[in-house]
């Protein structure tokens, strides 16, 4: 598992304490949403809005300085105004959201398609959140804890199965076949035999989560079946809009109910300790912990 570098903290909001020259876009006081990473801004990546593949980008909590901190310096092109409102607890779950709409996107997925997300931690709930928005005709979730099958039905998804029910899931996609999965669990998980064995022959499958090894690939079905396998790294723009942009209109009609399904526990940052810890033990009930500065 990468360890941060610099001050921990990657999914934050806060207020616009100071801008340098020429922001004009915010202004101190202004509360806004923080990309969770900083990119050079004059490379063809940056340029044409796919600055999360920029040779030079940054990951916020992890190689340059995060969110636990009273003060944050960021490129003003990487904070978002936030939603009228909004509190900073809310607005913190653009981030997470953020990821689960890039992948969605790149995924292709089209109104009505059939949808399996593989993990239901923060990141694959927020993938039935994006997935829902994004068209989806159904959404199955593979989930492990009881708090996460709730939150997985209660953010929109049609069925819930257990990660040790593989062959009910997979049985379930011969009936029906599966169109998009999106991967959200990575570490040392062995998702990606079933996610190849559930995507329906010609079907997608979109990576989300962080593998710490390199997983085993059914590459023989992978041929047979042709299927498209995309990886997907936070968030970019597409076009006028970045991702950010559609995250924060879906919080903005949507954020107090996400917060109140997903944010289980709240602490200040003087008991960083007992919430990393809370966050490490689901049997807390955890699911998204946020910290206040």
């Not at 998804?157 to 011969?174: F, I, K, T």
């Not at 076949?177 to 079933?194: F, N, Q, R, S, Y």
């Not at 936070?234 to 995250?247: K, L, Q, S, T």
């Amino acid at each position: 598992m990468m360890l941060p570098v610099a001050c921990p903290g990657h999914e934050i909001a806060g207020e616009v304490a100071d801008v340098g020259a020429g922001v004009t876009q915010l202004k101190p006081g202004d509360p806004v949403a923080l990309e969770g990473i900083a990119s050079c801004g004059a490379c063809r990546y940056c340029l044409a809005g796919d600055y999360q593949r920029c040779p030079m980008v940054g990951v916020v909590g992890m190689t340059i300085p995060g969110g636990f901190a009273e003060y944050v310096k960021m490129p003003a092109r990487h904070c978002f105004a936030a939603p009228a409102g909004v509190d900073h607890a809310v607005t913190s779950l653009a981030e997470p959201l953020g990821v689960a709409v890039h992948a969605v996107r790149l995924s292709g997925l089209a109104i009505g398609e059939r949808v399996l997300v593989l993990g239901a931690g923060t990141i694959g709930l927020m993938a039935v959140v994006a997935a829902r928005a994004g068209g989806a005709g159904e959404i199955l979730v593979v989930a492990r804890r009881p708090q996460q099958r709730e939150a997985a039905l209660a953010l929109g998804a049609d069925r819930v199965v257990s990660d040790a029910d593989a062959g009910g899931l997979l049985g379930d996609a011969l009936g029906s076949p599966i169109d998009v999965v999106l991967e959200t669990v990575g570490g040392d998980a062995d998702t990606l035999d079933t996610a190849v064995a559930a995507a329906r022959p010609g079907g997608t499958i979109c990576l989300l989560g962080a593998f710490t090894r390199s997983p085993a690939l059914p590459a023989l079905f992978v041929l047979a079946k042709e299927l498209r396998i995309i990886g997907s790294f936070v968030y970019g723009r597409a076009g006028a809009r970045a991702d950010f942009d559609v995250v924060l209109d879906l919080l903005r009609r949507q954020g107090t109910a996400l917060a109140n399904r997903l944010i289980t526990h709240r602490f200040p940052l003087e008991s960083i300790t007992e919430a990393f810890r809370t966050a490490s033990d689901k049997t807390t009930g955890s699911i998204k912990v946020t910290i206040a500065v």
